[in-house]
């Protein structure tokens, strides 16, 4: 098992930006693709950002693609997501996912963290 907890949300407002964290401990941490997801409400949980476990490749949803950009240090076992020009539909809570080897099944998730921009 691995488990995940982030960090980071808040407050800010439109252009702004945060940064979130997600620390992992467990298992074997490079072994593992990891993953944002957020969820506004009434809508779908969507991924938003992903990185390879092998090659350190990132994915960004194209509502975020040149605004946010992750980062993971497999030394840390941490992994961020750097979140700028944030926008209010960006509101949504933030989950850090992991998928073993790259399977796209996420077993784990960490507990989420509220981000919410104002207009």
């Known amino acids: 098992q691995i488990q995940l907890v982030e960090s980071g949300g808040g407050l800010v407002q439109a252009g702004g930006s945060l940064r979130l964290s997600c620390a992992a401990s467990g298992r074997t941490f490079s072994n593992y693709a990891m993953n944002w997801f957020r969820q506004a409400p009434g809508k779908e949980r969507e991924l938003v950002a992903r990185?390879?476990?092998?090659?350190?490749?990132?994915y960004y949803a194209d509502s975020v693609k040149g605004r946010f950009t992750m980062f993971r240090d497999n030394a840390k076992n941490t992994v961020s997501l750097q979140m700028n020009s944030l926008k209010p539909e960006d509101t949504a809570v933030y989950y850090c996912?992991?998928?073993?080897?790259?399977?796209?099944?996420?077993?784990?998730w960490g507990q989420g963290t509220q981000v919410t921009v104002s207009s």
């Open positions: 996912a992991a998928d073993f080897f790259g399977t796209r099944k996420y077993d784990y």
């Open positions: 990185i390879s476990w092998s090659t350190g490749n990132t």
